[in-house]
């Protein structure tokens, strides 16, 4: 019963792979640069979508989110879904409707807007990143719906705003209505490698944050007269570098950096020549902790590691927290969604997927900070935001089966 109807759905899968192609093009010639990005936003992509799901039997819901930042001043995100015997419990795909920008349009070789299909290959801006999860998940509830095969629970699909800024006008506001239940499933198709090899499971919590000392500035010859600012802020960081990558030393091999790490990164310009002792320094570091620690004890660390260093040498310093996300537990690897999904990508692809964590944060940790189990899984070449990125017609296909086979694996 079970192979038969996998069997079924891959061919349903199988037989709409020209539309496939063809819904994806024509999604991806709509324009949906984020507006805080300088784009016209998801507005006419999502309607786009709304009707062909329409055009096909569903109904859709739709929650708009009032931005008045945006053209048209709401950002819309959709989802569609088909009943199962546990009519209480959801399997979600989650992809993203908006994109970056092209970025410089003389490193593309077509235009970004414009798909080309070559080589089995569609370029364009947002191809990967996520217009090719958007539409498998899509066909693969197509498949499903046309296959009438018994599903254990619900399966849909939603098609959010605003995750290439944040967030704050698409997932977030969703969760905050509530929409999500701590026993659904959650796919989050928006990260992978090219042959499916990983199901993501965990994700670090991130800091951002900027040190901005104060001395005096003064010329060079004459240092006594002054503060210099850069040997402070110099000295803050090798201290800061010291005391958190000293302290915050557990390991975690789910991930393939499998401890925190706190990197001194950034730093502005100070003075424009050589013989000025600067009065201000400015730098930043990139914090990625693991989710065994609590944030808030690093920024503790940070501030008592900032006294220090002001009293010891008289300088003003400020810390500021530029962006910090706390990282949600990670997901047991033999939670439902998880244990499904690996199952369903062996069945398809005979590839035998591992678990693993990262050091970067995709909507799945918004997802397991509320207590929902979420696997982030995708099969791409991993060319997000780069000029010429592109999706491979044949991952559109199989990823497509994977996600449509993942709900009768459960039966
Ligand atoms: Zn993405």
Redesign the pocket.
Known sequence: METDALDRVESAVDARAREMQGVFTDMLRIKAVNPRMGGPGEKERAAFLEKFLRGNGFAVDRVDVKDGGAPGGVRPSISAKIGGKDSGRNLWYIS?LDTVPEGSRDLWKTDPFEPVVRDGKVYARGAE??GQSLVASLFALLALKEVGAELPFNVGVWFVAD??FGSDYGIKALLEKGLFKKTDLVVVP?AGTPTGSDIEIAEKGLLWMKLTTEGKQVHASLPKKGLNAHRVGMELALDLDRVLNGKYTKRNRLYDYPVSSFEPTKVEPNVGNINTIPGEDVSYFDCRVLPEYDLDAVVRDVKATVRRVEKKRRAKIRFEKVQMESAGPATASDSDVAALLRRAVSAVTGVKPRFTGIGGQ?VGNLFRRDGIPTAVWSTIDDV?HEPNEYSKLANLVNDAKVFASVPLLAV
């Open positions: 993203h990143d996520n995750e290439e928006d995709t997000p």
